[in-house]
């Protein structure tokens, strides 16, 4: 079997149900749909007795509930059943290549791959293989710690996004896979109405050497002068991936693990292909035709709209003026790389200001951090700003009192990886990759800790 370490991953050992039906085997992401538990009993009810991953899941939704401890010990004890009581097929090592037709009938296309987590890192202005996009919030990582402490099995809803504008690693792969004969693995519907998914092992050696040509060419092309590689950053996960790397972490120390002063902790002997040192993902490209990359609008509530623009404008550069409708405000920032639209009420009338910025970078991260200093100049508290997706909901809570909204531009695929490697990652709720039902669904199992 080839190694791919130098790139910062390997083939996984996948783990996948016997006679799988991905109508009730599959869920979403446990970190969707937080604020309804209605879709989460829905999902109860569809997978009913079924073997399914919402038994080896926590949605977030109940992550501070009394009973939480209850339900890891539960979530637990159910992965051990699903091994020794064969749910599963034989292991396979293989990578998968994935195609995902989401219920808007876009088809995302994917690899499934482990990566060594001592490749990966989420602080700011790392030079790691595989980097974080989006701030780390360290507080939401120690209960997630404590479902993945022990546990038998781990099933990705990572996505790590690749910079691959040929599109040879997966897109290109998955056309070669298609063309061999190899018969799909799983094939099938996903449940709530989400779409369907298809994938294909990935194990024959001139398959593996089409992914390794890939791998070298996106390494070459993604050296940085110093010599440093950005081969991933993390799209979807960024939390989940945190708590895979601190239980890594929490492992070597345990067993003979030393600290060193750049605070990266030894790997101790017998300890170098621990299963904890890897975690399932699945690569996508960010130039995947099937991707969306909508950015996340602001919203502030009781705050001085003048000051607010006036700062922005002075931080960043450009001119304001006023448009005359909506649509022309939504389509001159839809149309832009760095312009930014105010929706807000003044004197019982709506208004809709431009600002045309001469920012070259992602928008968002010259934004939110003048954001952020505003609100604290101004006392203001967390309540006062939130973040929501859609470009109609930005006009509707724009039209409401005190309140104004803040249409940002789309996010310039492109420029995003130059973005993080020159600026570190993006500010907290820069992006989203698609709507709540096309983000991951758990699918692929791997064996963790015995």
């Given at each position: 079997?080839?190694?791919?370490?130098?790139?910062?991953?390997?083939?996984?050992?996948?783990?996948?149900?016997?006679?799988?039906?991905?109508?009730?085997?599959?869920?979403?992401?446990?970190?969707?749909?937080?604020?309804?538990?209605?879709?989460?009993?829905?999902?109860?009810?569809?997978?009913?007795?079924?073997?399914?991953?919402?038994?080896?899941?926590?949605?977030?939704?109940?992550?501070?509930?009394?009973?939480?401890?209850?339900?890891?010990?539960?979530?637990?004890?159910?992965?051990?059943?699903?091994?020794?009581?064969?749910?599963?097929?034989?292991?396979?090592?293989?990578?998968?290549?994935?195609?995902?037709?989401?219920?808007?009938?876009?088809?995302?296309?994917?690899?499934?791959?482990c990566i060594d987590l001592d490749t990966y890192?989420?602080?700011?202005?790392?030079?790691?293989?595989?980097?974080?996009?989006?701030?780390?919030?360290?507080?939401?990582?120690?209960?997630?710690?404590?479902?993945?402490?022990?546990?038998?099995?781990?099933?990705?809803?990572?996505?790590?996004?690749?910079?691959?504008?040929?599109?040879?690693?997966?897109?290109?792969?998955?056309?070669?896979?298609?063309?061999?004969?190899?018969?799909?693995?799983?094939?099938?519907?996903?449940?709530?109405?989400?779409?369907?998914?298809?994938?294909?092992?990935?194990?024959?050696?001139?398959?593996?050497?089409?992914?390794?040509?890939?791998?070298?060419?996106?390494?070459?092309?993604?050296?940085?002068?110093?010599?440093?590689?950005?081969?991933?950053?993390?799209?979807?996960?960024?939390?989940?991936?945190?708590?895979?790397?601190?239980?890594?972490?929490?492992?070597?120390?345990?067993?003979?693990?030393?600290?060193?002063?750049?605070?990266?902790?030894?790997?101790?002997?017998?300890?170098?292909?621990?299963?904890?040192?890897?975690?399932?993902?699945?690569?996508?490209?960010?130039?995947?035709?099937?991707?969306?990359?909508e950015p996340i609008h602001r919203v502030l509530?009781?705050?001085?709209?003048?000051?607010?623009?006036?700062?922005?404008?002075?931080?960043?550069?450009?001119?304001?003026?006023?448009?005359?409708?909506?649509?022309?405000?939504?389509?001159?920032?839809?149309?832009?790389?760095?312009?930014?639209?105010?929706?807000?009420?003044?004197?019982?009338?709506?208004?809709?200001?431009?600002?045309?910025?001469?920012?070259?970078?992602?928008?968002?991260?010259?934004?939110?951090?003048?954001?952020?200093?505003?609100?604290?100049?101004?006392?203001?508290?967390?309540?006062?700003?939130?973040?929501?997706?859609?470009?109609?909901?930005?006009?509707?809570?724009?039209?409401?009192?005190?309140?104004?909204?803040?249409?940002?531009?789309?996010?310039?695929?492109?420029?995003?990886?130059?973005?993080?490697?020159?600026?570190?990652?993006?500010?907290?709720?820069?992006?989203?990759?698609?709507?709540?039902?096309?983000?991951r669904f758990y699918l692929e199992c791997r064996?963790?800790?015995?």
């Amino acid at each position: 079997m080839k190694n791919f370490s130098k790139f910062g991953i390997k083939v996984p050992q996948i783990l996948l149900p016997q006679n799988i039906d991905t109508a009730t085997w599959s869920v979403v992401a446990c970190d969707q749909y937080t604020q309804d538990r209605e879709y989460w009993k829905a999902v109860e009810k569809t997978a009913a007795t079924k073997n399914s991953t919402l038994n080896i899941i926590l949605p977030e939704v109940y992550l501070g509930e009394s009973d939480k401890a209850e339900r890891i010990r539960k979530i637990k004890n159910t992965m051990r059943e699903y091994i020794s009581n064969g749910v599963f097929q034989k292991e396979e090592t293989e990578f998968i290549y994935v195609e995902r037709t989401t219920a808007y009938g876009r088809i995302r296309h994917g690899l499934i791959a482990c990566i060594d987590l001592d490749t990966y890192e989420w602080k700011p202005f790392s030079k790691a293989l595989i980097r974080a996009t989006e701030a780390t919030i360290l507080e939401r990582i120690p209960p997630r710690m404590e479902i993945r402490r022990g546990a038998p099995v781990e099933s990705p809803h990572i996505m790590l996004l690749v910079n691959d504008p040929e599109h040879d690693l997966v897109e290109k792969t998955g056309d070669a896979v298609k063309k061999s004969g190899v018969k799909p693995c799983y094939d099938g519907p996903l449940m709530q109405n989400s779409g369907s998914i298809k994938g294909w092992p990935l194990k024959s050696d001139d398959l593996l050497d089409k992914i390794e040509t890939a791998c070298e060419k996106i390494a070459k092309e993604n050296t940085d002068k110093d010599g440093n590689i950005f081969m991933f950053a993390v799209g979807d996960g960024n939390h989940s991936l945190a708590t895979a790397k601190a239980i890594w972490d929490e492992v070597k120390l345990n067993n003979g693990g030393k600290k060193l002063d750049d605070g990266t902790i030894t790997v101790p002997q017998g300890f170098e292909n621990h299963n904890a040192r890897f975690a399932l993902i699945e690569i996508v490209n960010i130039f995947d035709t099937g991707l969306t990359f909508e950015p996340i609008h602001r919203v502030l509530f009781d705050i001085d709209t003048e000051k607010l623009i006036s700062k922005i404008q002075n931080a960043l550069g450009g001119t304001i003026r006023e448009i005359s409708s909506k649509d022309d405000l939504s389509q001159t920032v839809k149309k832009s790389n760095a312009s930014f639209g105010f929706v807000f009420t003044e004197n019982s009338k709506q208004k809709y200001i431009l600002l045309e910025t001469p920012v070259k970078e992602l928008a968002v991260s010259r934004l939110q951090p003048v954001i952020d200093e505003f609100l604290q100049e101004t006392d203001a508290d967390k309540e006062q700003i939130d973040y929501i997706h859609g470009t109609e909901e930005v006009f509707r809570l724009g039209a409401k009192k005190n309140t104004v909204s803040i249409l940002l531009p789309p996010v310039a695929k492109d420029s995003f990886f130059a973005t993080i490697n020159t600026r570190g990652p993006l500010p907290r709720k820069s992006f989203s990759m698609g709507e709540a039902d096309e983000k991951r669904f758990y699918l692929e199992c791997r064996k963790l800790f015995d």
